[in-house]
């Protein structure tokens, strides 16, 4: 099963235009295929990860600013993104929507397995989320990233760590606290009003807040013993929400 992954991962994820990137393609650390062979290989044999052949320090290019966005489903993340988006000029990442978007490609071999993954509310594997990710970094060209949903477990955090941590400077993770039942209600809302989305049902959403509690909220807990958790209370309407995320953002320096 990996190993088909890995075979079919490069020509799905590698799509981003050259000349755009965080980094020279050249000088790419590891090839996705790589990683995942790392990974998935014995432990024993298993050689450490290689460090990229270079010093980003030492280059004059500012590293691209990120900014994670978590929270419960539904709790109003990509309503808020929207805000900062039009408010602060930043570049909005949304994890799901590239991997609904991937699940949608014609021609993805991740297709089916993207769609039992958001079903049934379980974290894809990190090598596919992060390269989308980095790859739509590239793609955009702009270097304020909102990154949405992500990193969502400690397998998320670990990929990201060895593809990324080095390649961009974190600035904080905006965390959308809300409790359970809003945010069921308002994902059965966003249903109901015709999101399309195939978790936007009950039998998900259960699984979905499972996952989030299990594997989320540790993640949460750990930036947030790092002191870099900047906390929101998504619990009131949206542009209450927001006067308190300008307050961050304008507190921040953006
Ligand atoms: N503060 C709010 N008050 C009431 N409804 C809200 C608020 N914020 C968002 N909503 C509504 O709740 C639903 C979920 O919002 P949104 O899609 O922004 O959440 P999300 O955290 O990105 O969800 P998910 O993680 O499931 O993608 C949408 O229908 C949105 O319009
Ligand atoms: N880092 C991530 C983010 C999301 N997923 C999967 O997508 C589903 C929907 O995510 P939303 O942020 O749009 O709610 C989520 O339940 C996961 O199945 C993921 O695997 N990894």
């Not at 320090?57 to 966005?69: H, Q, R, T």
């Not at 959403?205 to 949460?220: F, W």
């Amino acid at each position: 099963m990996w190993r088909a992954l890995a075979q079919t991962a490069l020509r799905a994820v590698d799509r981003s235009p050259a000349g755009a990137g965080l980094l020279p393609p050249k000088l790419a650390p590891l090839t996705l295929t790589q990683q995942l062979q790392l990974r998935h290989s014995s432990k024993a044999s298993q050689p450490k990860p290689q460090q990229p052949p270079y010093k980003i320090a030492s280059m004059s290019v500012e590293k691209p600013k990120v900014v994670f966005v978590l929270g419960g489903p539904g709790a109003g993340k990509g309503t808020q993104c929207s805000k900062i988006v039009d408010r602060f000029q930043f570049t909005h990442l949304s994890a799901g929507d590239l991997l609904r978007e991937e699940r949608s490609r014609e021609g993805s071999e991740f297709g089916t397995l993207i769609e039992d993954y958001i079903r049934n509310g379980k974290i894809v594997p990190v090598e596919v989320t992060c390269s989308l990710l980095e790859n739509a970094m590239k793609a955009s060209g702009k270097s304020r990233f909102l990154i949405d949903g992500f990193p969502r477990n400690q397998d998320n955090l670990d990929g990201w760590n060895r593809q990324m941590a080095e390649k961009v400077d974190m600035q904080f993770v905006l965390f959308f606290d809300c409790g359970e039942d809003v945010c069921v209600q308002r994902c059965l809302g966003r249903g109901q009003s015709g999101s399309g989305r195939t978790d936007d049902n009950m039998e998900s959403l259960k699984k979905r807040i499972s996952t989030y509690n299990n594997d989320s909220l540790p993640i949460i807990k750990f930036f947030e013993g790092a002191g870099q958790v900047k906390r929101i209370d998504a619990s009131p309407d949206a542009d209450a929400v927001f006067g308190e995320v300008e307050r961050v953002f304008l507190a921040s320096g953006f």
